[in-house]
């Protein structure tokens, strides 16, 4: 996810932003794209060696991505991939009930450590750069839990054991290394992994976001979404290549402001189609147009076809006048659970109160929209034709959260940087922007997190801010709502709502997966005065809603990543999430989520290997993910 910040910027500034005039509404998009794409080949799991991990110059260990204020190709320090929003904290007071946190979960019937930085940096003998936010791609199926993190991947057993090593995702889709070190040739940055286990074709797909480079490093504009399918995870994948520029190259339609980024890439299936949805951003720029709806036919991809139809559908003006932004598709835990209406149904679920959606610094909505998009049955077909239809459902008022404060603890790379000899070992001289100071962590903005379909409802969280004892912190808000397919339309009322939140402390990036039974869970990070970044869950009854909150695992330190430090990010706020993720496995739900796993003191960090601290993080970042299976 690519964020820009937009503090302070007037109305005609922000209108700018989502490419209308300030005050105006933008013009509906035009109908749907139907174009081909093709089977690029394979990928598989192949086995690399591990490399040392041991810090690099700066320009293999950070990506060239954008900074606060740059285009997205810029060349300056930043975290990977995509990291974009328009918005800023929001001021408005929330109130929610405060919750308790009982530990450990009594629900939980196996727990393991997934990737960490470490892990991910170095895989691939260690031609990889530093990554931040790990992102989650977790899926579950046939016997294997698959975790797909930027930039690395790996298969597990039930039990946490591992049926592969870690690899690098370029590795999986057969590219060149993001930065060999051997010659410092550069190869495509890949972000953005998402993953899901399709209980009708018994395949997975895993999606990632594709930034192609020059041997310099340097960002072209040219990007497409890899779609990976394999019926063993170990074994061969499918890859598919989709361009996203929309400007005309490949095939695709030409958009304003483009060469364009599809971004924040996320996927669902209904009975029919395989559904893909991305926000589309300005590659070099700062405009946004809308999100865009990717719609094929499953079984296509699982044949492994070597030509399939993609129908894309762009969502400007489509709420109301207003963009689209994060149409999130849903998923279902089997295959009774797909809606079979108007010749099949599948649905997405967004909010509205980012200024890519409404084009105003207000930051605040009272309602989320739910879409369906009807026909897939057509998908399977050589000409589809799929309709989208979206209608507001009113919510109690939600709103940007806080950035999130953890609990204080050592935080070596933070403190080296403070010390002029120890920083020179990494900027190659002092820190011109000391002191730097613990940071605090992305709390991600109000766009929708993951949607599950079950039970003829639609299950869905977003973060926002709350207010807890009288204190505006961050917070969760979660939401059942009961769609209606029609043949021109889309109904959808209101089934249950409410707001979490825990006195002193904030949850961040919730995951919602719930089971054919109506019982799930909602996964999250849990951080604040009381707790390091830890992995935390709620139970989540498909009528009552979110209950207690329960530890996964307690964080053990701070997040301590470079980019939360002015002399690395010019940021004092780290990158976190930028999602969960749950899947159901039977009656069972898998959850992962991102915490801290490890800590050190500033002696242990400067001690040989730099920045190693026992080996157990790298000089740059100590992120770590953590999977559970949950018995709701």
């Not at 530990?103 to 260690?126: E, K, M, Y």
């Not at 021109?488 to 006195?503: F, T």
Request: charged residues 15%.
């Amino acid at each position: 996810m690519y964020r820009r910040s937009a503090a302070g910027a007037a109305l005609a500034t922000v209108a700018a932003l989502v490419g209308v005039p300030a005050g105006a509404q933008a013009a509906p998009a035009p109908g749907p794209v139907i174009r081909h794409i093709q089977k690029a080949g394979t990928g598989a799991y192949r086995q690399t060696p591990t490399g040392s991990g041991r810090l690099g110059p700066l320009s293999t260990e950070i990506p060239r991505t954008a900074g606060p204020d740059e285009g997205f190709g810029a060349a300056s320090p930043g975290s990977h991939g995509s990291d974009r929003t328009l918005a800023r904290p929001s001021r408005l007071p929330k109130s929610s009930g405060a919750g308790t946190v009982v530990r450990p979960g009594p629900h939980v019937l196996t727990s393991f450590d997934g990737i960490n930085h470490l892990d991910q940096r170095t895989a691939n003998n260690g031609n990889q750069f530093s990554l931040e936010p790990p992102d989650q791609g977790l899926c579950v199926g046939n016997g294997h839990v698959v975790e797909a993190v930027n930039d690395a991947f790996r298969v597990f057993n039930a039990d946490g054991t591992g049926q592969t090593g870690v690899i690098d995702l370029n590795t999986l889709y057969g590219y060149p290394p993001s930065v060999n070190r051997s010659t410092g040739v550069f190869g495509p940055e890949l972000t953005d992994p998402s993953c899901l286990f399709d209980p009708t074709t018994h395949r997975f797909f895993l999606v990632v976001l594709t930034l192609e480079a020059t041997p310099d490093g340097d960002l072209t504009g040219q990007n497409h979404l890899d779609i990976a399918v394999a019926t063993d995870p170990t074994k061969i994948w499918n890859i598919y290549r989709m361009d996203v520029t929309d400007d005309g190259t490949n095939g695709t339609p030409v958009h304003p402001n483009c060469p364009c980024i599809g971004d924040y890439p996320h996927i669902g299936v209904d009975s029919e189609g395989f559904y893909l949805t991305t926000n589309e951003y300005s590659f070099f720029g700062p405009e946004f147009n809308s999100a865009q709806v990717y719609a094929f036919s499953k079984r296509a991809l699982a044949r492994g076809d070597a030509d399939v139809l993609v129908t894309q559908i762009d969502t400007t003006a489509a709420d109301a006048g207003r963009n689209g932004f994060t149409l999130w598709p849903a998923q279902s835990p089997s295959t009774s659970d797909y809606d079979t209406a108007q010749h099949g149904t599948a649905y997405f679920l967004s909010s509205n109160a980012a200024e890519e959606a409404t084009g105003t610094n207000d930051y605040v909505s009272d309602s989320i929209v739910t879409w369906s998009l009807t026909n897939t049955g057509s998908l399977d077909s050589a000409r589809p034709a799929v309709r989208l239809h979206d209608t507001r459902v009113g919510v109690r008022r939600y709103s940007l959260p806080p950035e999130a404060n953890q609990k204080a603890g050592p935080f070596p790379l933070g403190q080296c940087l403070n010390d002029d000899p120890c920083a020179t070992v990494i900027l190659g001289g002092p820190d011109p922007d000391k002191p730097e100071t613990e940071s605090t962590l992305d709390s991600n903005d109000t766009r929708m997190q993951q949607v599950t379909y079950t039970g003829g409802r639609l299950y869905g969280a977003l973060d926002t801010a709350v207010t807890v004892g009288g204190h505006s912190q961050a917070g969760i808000g979660w939401y059942i709502v009961r769609p209606q397919s029609q043949r021109s339309s889309v109904r959808a009322s209101l089934a249950g709502q409410g707001q979490l939140g825990l006195a002193g402390n904030n949850l961040t990036y919730p995951a919602i997966g719930v089971n054919a039974d109506g019982r799930g869970v909602m996964a999250f990070t849990l951080t604040g005065n009381g707790f390091y970044p830890s992995a935390a869950y709620s139970t989540f009854d498909g009528r009552a809603g979110a209950g207690a909150i329960y530890l996964a695992k307690a964080g053990l330190g701070p997040e301590d990543g470079f980019t939360g430090y002015k002399g690395l990010a010019d940021s004092t706020r780290s990158r976190w999430g930028d999602y969960g993720a749950a899947a159901v496995d039977g009656r069972n739900i898998w959850i992962a989520s991102e915490y801290i796993g490890q800590t050190c003191t500033l002696a242990q960090y400067e001690a040989d290997p730099f920045g190693s601290c026992g080996g157990t993080r790298t000089a740059l970042a100590n992120w770590d993910t953590r999977i559970t299976l949950v018995r709701p």
